[in-house]
């Protein structure tokens, strides 16, 4: 992002880093189903056979009718899963009814050896170096990264902020780089620490039961995170702020949840018309078809901080998504939020008149990566250097193509 003195902010990811990952749950679906219903029924069996003999007839009527309520479950949920319209699973996150979970989009570079990460980690850091932005926001930046980083730019810049999920294997996050002699004052947070300040209700209804309480444990169980810094410039604050939204394309509503999330705390955290940008990795296209230009349906990330709010009717909405199926309660719009945010602007629309291209992998080429923008602030310039997918590549280190962001603060 920029200031007065021409300051510029920089938006890398260093996705795809890391060896291909595919995740697996229960790959044969129907041979699961049918052990969990015989199992259930082979539980119900035997324990009422052990009623009848201990306690009499009227306990293992009991039992027995207890088994079958069971077994009805089992078949609800299971009916619900193979007709889902979506590819949620009945059971949420978990998706204990689900063929496959697909490999991570973020996680396609390939196995390569330690020495070539550490080369493009080196090359990454020297792009910073070249296009100079006054802050620099980096995602899925671990502690090789840090090392990398901090060991090229030296005392050109300095880490303001970095915080780290050490619980994931891959043990990265989000980091911002400031350049000496500005001043910042950094903080972090994860997104599912927020959501009871944002929505008080939020941990009631993880509690309670339906799809509602399964997309709030999912947004409990993913550790997407956030880091900001306050920055001093010529007696005048702005602040910049960098995230990395949940990375999978068939759950939109659980990262709008997110993105509303990340726009409100920076919301509370923020003067009314403070100047603040939002650059990072949303893992959203604009569109909800997943194009990244013409005419379309906006996806619901895109939407709500674009233009400040998803109406319920929106496909991402999770209320038009999850709906109730047979003994299965579908989501109301009283339970989530009203996606209800100060807008923002994007410096690649009004710069290029239409979103950039910032992916490039062998089954994607798209845009996931913004730099957006509100508050007493003027877009001077964005650039974004011109790619052959797939990315990485020999010129460009990281499968997301870096955007940079010049401002001057009115």
């Known amino acids: 992002m920029t200031i007065t ?42 324990g009422t056979a052990y009623a009848f003999a201990m306690y009499g007839a009227s306990m293992a009527f009991s039992f027995g009718l207890g088994s079958i309520g069971g077994l009805l479950y089992l078949s609800g949920l299971a009916s619900y899963t193979d007709n889902a319209e979506n590819a949620m699973g009945a059971l949420g996150a978990r998706r204990l009814l689900a063929p496959r979970l697909e490999k991570s989009r973020l996680l396609r570079a390939g196995l ?27 995602q899925e930046f671990d502690e090789r990264a840090e090392e990398a980083f901090e060991r090229s730019l030296g005392d050109a810049y300095h880490r303001a902020v970095v915080l780290r999920n050490e619980e994931l294997p891959p043990k990265d996050g989000c980091a911002i780089f400031v350049r000496a002699g500005l001043s910042a004052t950094g ?17 009631e ?26 920055v001093e410039s010529d007696q005048r604050k702005f602040c910049v702020a960098t995230s990395h939204l949940y990375w999978d ?3 939109p509503d659980l990262k709008l949840l997110q993105a509303y999330l990340l726009a409100a705390e920076l919301r509370q955290r923020t003067a009314r018309d403070a100047a603040l940008v939002l650059a990072g990795d949303l893992n959203s296209t604009p569109l909800c078809d997943g194009r990244s230009e013409g005419e379309g349906l906006r996806s619901g990330v895109y939407e709500l901080l674009t233009r400040g709010s998803v109406d319920v009717q929106h496909p991402h909405h999770p209320a038009a998504l999850r709906r109730g199926k047979g003994i299965l309660r579908g989501i109301a719009p009283e339970d989530v939020p009203d996606f209800q945010v100060p807008s923002f602007r994007s410096a690649a629309l ?26 007493p602030l003027r877009l001077l ?10 990315l990485p590549s020999e010129e460009q280190a990281s499968d997301h193509l870096p955007l940079l962001a010049e401002f001057e603060l009115t």
């Open 112 to 138: 390569h050896s330690s020495q070539w990460a550490n080369d493009r980690l080196q090359r990454a850091a020297e792009a910073v170096q070249r296009l100079s932005p006054d802050i620099a926001c980096l």
């Open 187 to 203: 903080y972090s947070f994860r997104l599912r620490d927020v959501a009871e300040r944002h929505f008080p209700a939020a941990l």
């Open 249 to 251: 394309p068939r759950y």
């Open 381 to 390: 310039r964005a650039e974004l250097p011109s790619a052959v997918g797939p």
């Open 350 to 375: 009004d710069a290029f008149g239409q979103e950039a291209v910032t992916n490039m992998s062998a089954d994607f080429q798209g845009c996931l990566d913004y730099v957006l923008y509100r508050g």
């Open 5 to 46: 003195h021409g300051a510029r902010t920089w938006n890398q990811g260093l996705a795809g880093c890391r060896a291909k990952l595919t995740l697996r749950f229960f790959p044969d679906y129907e041979d699961t189903k049918v052990r969990m219903f015989g199992f259930t029924a082979a539980i119900g069996g035997l």
């Open 205 to 230: 209804k993880r509690s309670g039961g339906g799809l509602a309480a399964a997309l709030w444990r999912e947004l409990h169980e993913k550790l997407s995170l956030a880091v900001a810094v306050d």
